[in-house]
């Protein structure tokens, strides 16, 4: 995340006051799971237990999207992101991990 930038998911943010909306901004990551973590997640998921491979890519692409976000609201002036949301989904047969972040851009003081 930028320095200096607040994110939030809620529509304000306390003891702040928004002076200007700058508009929407999101942020998207795409990343593929190699074959290799595909292969001991499926034995993990058979066993049962958490997907330690999984978990570091979704960690990974809600970073990247979250930094995407951020760095656009940066681009138009702002400084902080308000009403984040998140959203995961898989692409490609289930081989690919998509985080789409979106929010609205504003100047708080």
Request: glycine fraction near 14%; charged fraction near 20%.
């Amino acid at each position: 995340m930028a320095a200096g930038m607040i994110s939030t998911t809620t529509h304000s943010i306390e003891g702040k006051r928004i002076v200007k909306y700058h508009g929407i901004v999101t942020g998207e990551a795409i990343l593929g799971a190699n074959i290799f973590k595909d292969l001991f997640a499926g034995i993990r998921d058979i066993v049962g237990g958490r997907s330690a491979a999984y978990e570091g890519e979704l960690r990974k692409a809600r970073k990247i999207a979250l930094e995407e976000a951020d760095q656009a609201a940066l681009e138009l002036g702002a400084n902080a992101v308000i009403g984040v949301d998140l959203d995961y989904e898989t692409v490609g047969g289930g081989s690919m991990l998509m985080v789409s972040v979106s929010g609205t851009a504003v100047t708080v003081e």
